[in-house]
């Protein structure tokens, strides 16, 4: 196509030359009729060098466009931001432009002639051999990596190298063609963003670690204050209790030996006994209710509803899992009483006499929803409450999320208020009622063989078994004073009481609940497994409902109150 384009050229030169010595001769030999062979040789001769001519003026004009362009691509190689770099087979550069002069050197002084490798840091030299091996062996392909310059002044920079290989006519190697383009600020940038990155990791580590000791606080924290509930209410039960118990017992012995019972007196200090009986139990059980430390937590909730109903007039509607699910004490402490506040501002700003409580277990986290549909509120003021609103909504909220969970609340003025607790907590282990007491097994290797019972002397043969020695011997007095009633034996610990049991073969025995070692119920469980045909009651200062299904399981005949009158417990033990 080219030499068809030139054929075409010159075709069109000839015909010009030809048209210009035409009218030349037109003008000199129009009179002329013939024209010599001469005269034709001369024409020819005209043509050509007319057409020559014009060739000449072409090829001026054609070098001229080529040294423009020449210069205008050189003004653009030199004043690129990006270096370029020419090397010839040798590894010498042949040209270099400003921009790569400036990343090689750090000045504008030429490189040609020059090798590269001096500039290349001593540590990335492997890297740029490894360039040049790779241009060799893809041809034609852009080839890259990324070195360091040690520029004259020995400062460093970062260039991004990129280059091919470029070919002569016959195919051999020429040259290599070279880009660099600085990428120090990119490192720089880089180098900032790992170093923030490894702080930014080693902050979150800390913050994770602080998380963790924080919600090791919280449970501490929870436990640290249950524990003081139930120093407190332990000392309410276990001294002031047994001591009014006490008390009250000495009144009624007295007032059979001493005809007292009917004055106003003795009427008015064994109703103040009574009553502080009462009130001493009930801020027992606010402060920590046994039933928390006895079953798990749908139990302690239903221990909760009925309390809220007796004390508040509040109807709770339970939706509680069939199955026990097995927590963490400070969760189930922490989870007891966020409801029980809960409920607490239902009974203080609801204005109304439901509420419901739902729980369920799911993927490993407990959900508790805590619902009324009272007056409602600004939704607002459940999130602006602070600190010093007590066991609130807000600390409620803190010690949720310092355990992993979070505390959802909606309301809405006149639709009521729905607080929503979730908690992520172990696997649930669930309780197998055919499982046998380990405890149990333990002292039933311990027990010995039945003593043979004694003779039978027409009076009903009574065990004591209670740690508080005011209360068993407030009974002891009381009991003797009756002529059917024969105290066989007393014992201050669940162990004690089952290997005496075995020794006396009592005929009622009168269980206190809670005992060091062994508590009553557990006792209960062994001498009734060995001795069916003994009777026994539970004893507690405690609500009897709370305690009598517990009793009833382990096999006990009945439950009494020790706050109950003793004409009760001598109908149990008489068997009427």
């Known amino acids: 196509m080219p030499n068809d384009k030139k054929h075409f050229d010159l075709q069109q030169l000839r015909k010009k030359a030809e048209q210009i010595v035409d009218e030349r001769q037109e003008e000199t030999y129009k009179s002329e009729s013939d024209i010599s062979d001469m005269v034709r040789l001369i024409h020819e001769l005209e043509v050509y060098q007319e057409e020559v001519e014009l060739q000449n003026q072409e090829l001026r004009e054609s070098a001229k466009s080529l040294e423009n362009a020449r210069n205008e691509w050189f003004e653009l190689f030199d004043a690129a931001p990006v270096g370029f770099v020419i090397i010839n087979k040798q590894g010498m550069i042949e040209r270099c432009n400003q921009a790569a002069a400036r990343l090689l050197t750090g000045t504008r002084h030429p490189m040609s002639g020059r090798s590269m490798l001096p500039r290349i840091h001593p540590d990335d030299q492997e890297i740029y051999h490894s360039l040049v091996r790779s241009m060799r062996e893809n041809p034609g392909v852009a080839t890259s990596r990324e070195l360091r310059l040690v520029q004259e002044n020995k400062r460093i920079v970062f260039v991004h190298m990129e280059g091919s290989v470029v070919k002569d006519a016959e195919g051999e190697f020429n040259q290599f063609r070279v880009a660099l383009v600085d990428i120090s600020e990119q490192k720089a940038y880089e180098k ?258 039945p003593a043979t019972p004694p003779p039978a002397n027409g009076k009903i043969r009574v065990m004591l078994v209670d740690d508080h020695t005011v209360m068993r011997k407030g009974l002891l007095s009381f009991l003797s004073g009756h002529d059917d009633i024969e105290i066989a034996g007393e014992a201050a610990d669940g162990e004690a009481a089952v290997e005496l049991a075995q020794k006396i073969q009592p005929e009622v025995i009168l269980m206190d609940i809670s005992m060091p070692k062994m508590n009553g119920v557990e006792a209960t469980r062994q001498i009734r497994s060995k001795m069916p045909g003994i009777r026994i009651y539970g004893l507690s200062m405690f609500e009897a409902e709370d305690q009598a299904h517990a009793m009833s399981e382990a096999g006990a005949t009945g439950y009494l109150s020790k706050s109950g009158n003793s004409e009760s417990l001598l109908a149990a033990i008489r068997g009427e």
């Open 192 to 449: 900032s963003l790992k170093k923030i990155l490894e702080e930014l990791e080693e902050r979150t580590g800390e913050l994770a670690a602080r998380n963790r000791q924080l919600a090791r606080l919280t449970s501490e924290l929870t436990l640290a204050e249950q524990r003081e509930r139930k120093r407190l209410a332990e000392i309410l039960h276990d001294h002031l209790q047994q001591l009014l118990a006490g008390a009250r017992l000495h009144l009624e012995i007295l007032a059979g030996k001493v005809d007292v019972e009917g004055t106003a007196a003795f009427k008015t200090a064994y109703d103040l006994v009574t009553k502080s009986i009462e009130t001493s139990r009930t801020l027992s059980s606010e402060l920590s209710p046994p039933v928390l430390y006895q079953k798990e937590l749908p139990e302690a909730l239903r221990w909760l509803a009925r309390w809220m109903s007796a004390t508040h007039r509040l109807d709770v509607d339970l939706d509680l899992p069939d199955d026990f699910v097995f927590l963490r004490e400070d969760l189930r402490v922490l989870l007891f009483h966020s409801v029980r506040e809960l409920l607490f501002n239902v009974v203080k700003h609801a204005e109304t006499s439901t509420a419901q409580v739902a729980m369920q277990e799911q993927n490993g986290r407990i959900r508790i929803m805590v619902k009324d549909k009272g007056r409602g509120c600004d939704p607002k003021s459940l999130t602006e409450n602070g600190p010093g609103e007590g066991f609130g909504i807000f600390a409620i909220r803190e010690r949720v999320e310092l355990l992993g969970g979070n505390l959802e609340t909606a309301c809405a003025p006149n639709e009521g208020v729905t607080a929503t607790i979730f908690l992520p907590v172990a696997p649930p282990v669930y309780a197998d009622p055919e499982q046998p007491s380990l405890v149990a097994e333990e002292f039933a290797q311990r027990i010995e063989p």
